[in-house]
């Protein structure tokens, strides 16, 4: 966490879900918490192929397996942990209590130009793995222009292609009871993606929205 010695309170803090395919992991920056959900069961193929996990039907299907249900209580329960650690602060690890968050200073501009330089003298000589291995998607999510201007808490969720399993639990631990000092934001980052047209569906659909339930951003007919 970062200081200034200006004494404003610090913004509402934010509970960040991210529901992503498991190529190309979350990177900018990692997530404090993250979930492989991919052991968790499937839904049969003539329901995936007509939903996502935006639909209430494939939902509903998800939350009539234990193992789906019973990874959502551990993650709650993570996240819940978290949360308090921030709030109440852990000097033990060097966290001071959310009270005392300020925003970081920003990086000045010839910071950053060096910094986008090394970047990319890195992808031009760097080898690649298996988590580098993109398959057509991308590492880079639009999770709004105040994510670094306030207290975050990051979480990545992420089964095979990032359009079922992991949007379904990311809406469902979205819809948990969680203290309504913080604001709850979910981003399907590949939901869109190679995605099947489903006849199931409310008929459009939003890349990201916010805890009230707004959407915003990129949208698509289904």
């Not at 910071?111 to 991308?138: F, H, L, P, T």
């Not at 990545?156 to 000092?181: D, I, M, Y």
Request: net charge negative.
């Amino acid at each position: 966490m970062n200081y200034s010695e200006d004494d404003s309170p610090p913004p509402r803090p934010l509970l960040l879900i991210i529901s992503h395919a498991r190529v190309n992991p979350l990177r900018k920056p990692p997530p404090d918490l993250k979930f492989d959900i991919r052991a968790v069961h499937n839904p049969p193929k003539q329901i995936r192929d007509k939903y996502t996990g935006l639909d209430k039907r494939l939902r509903e299907h998800m939350l009539s397996h234990g193992d789906f249900v019973s990874l959502l209580d551990r993650a709650e329960a993570d996240i819940r942990s978290l949360i308090k650690t921030m709030t109440d602060g852990d000097p033990a690890r060097g966290i001071p209590p959310l009270k005392e968050w300020k925003p970081p200073r920003r990086t000045p501009s010839w910071a950053r130009r060096k910094r986008g330089e090394e970047s990319e003298d890195e992808a031009r000589g760097g080898g690649e793995s298996e988590d580098d291995d993109d398959s057509g998607y991308e590492d880079e999510v639009d999770l709004g222009e105040d994510v670094e201007e306030r207290p975050v808490i990051k979480v990545g969720v992420f089964c095979v292609r990032g359009r079922h399993r992991s949007v379904a639990f990311a809406e469902e631990l979205s819809g948990r009871q969680w203290p309504k000092e913080w604001e709850v934001r979910v981003v399907h980052r590949d939901l869109g993606k190679g995605r099947k047209e489903s006849n199931g569906g409310a008929g459009r659909r939003f890349s990201r929205r916010d805890s009230a339930g707004r959407g915003f951003l990129e949208e698509e007919d289904d």
